[in-house]
């Protein structure tokens, strides 16, 4: 049996309307391989992790430019642990000030990426962080 796709949560956390970046990080996951759900614009956090807990989820991807990272980030963690979901890996994109960034990473988000981020580093990226999906039953 072959393995499963990598399969990520592409969200727009909060009040941000700005989406066409993540609609083209989404894209290039879809060209590379990976099963994608993009949530849409506007989501609670608990609206985050519902989606990611129903849709079997290895990665949440966050797009956030509203300047609310420090607030809708940890508490998507937060729900994440709560529910049992401590395995997926969050990565952020967005302009997140360095000093925020290093506080985002000692909260558990596994990678952050800025404007001009290369599509391939991302793709490598995920890859490297599920490394082996596991086999669907």
Same mark, same amino acid.
Not at 8 to 17: E, F, N, R, W
Not at 113 to 124: F, K, L, N
């Given at each position: 049996?072959?393995?499963?796709?990598?399969?990520?949560?592409?969200?727009?956390?909060?009040?941000?309307?700005?989406?066409?970046?993540a609609k083209v990080i989404a894209r290039a996951l879809r060209d590379a391989g990976m099963e994608v759900i993009y949530t849409?614009?506007?989501?609670? !956090? @608990?609206?985050?992790?519902? &989606?990611?807990?129903?849709?079997? /989820?290895?990665?949440?991807?966050?797009?956030?430019? *509203?300047? +609310?990272?420090?607030?809708?980030?940890?508490?998507?963690?937060?729900?994440?642990?709560?529910?049992?979901?401590?395995?997926?890996?969050?990565?952020?994109?967005?302009?997140? !000030? @360095?000093?925020?960034?290093? &506080?985002?990473?000692?909260?558990? /988000?596994?990678?952050?990426?800025?404007?001009?981020? *290369?599509? +391939?580093?991302?793709?490598?990226?995920?890859?490297?962080f599920v490394q082996a999906p596991a086999e669907r039953p």
């Open positions: 049996m072959p393995s499963r796709k990598i399969r990520v949560l592409i969200a727009k956390p909060g009040l941000d309307g700005h989406d066409r970046g849409g614009l506007r989501q609670t !956090p @608990e609206m985050i992790v519902e &989606a990611a807990l129903q849709e079997d /989820v290895d990665v949440v991807g966050l797009s956030i430019l *509203s300047g +609310a990272h420090m607030v809708l980030v940890p508490r998507i963690l937060e729900l994440l642990r709560a529910a049992g979901l401590e395995d997926v890996k969050v990565i952020v994109g967005g302009i997140i !000030p @360095e000093e925020d960034s290093a &506080a985002l990473r000692a909260a558990g /988000v596994a990678e952050i990426y800025g404007p001009g981020a *290369s599509m +391939a580093t991302i793709v490598a990226d995920i890859e490297r």
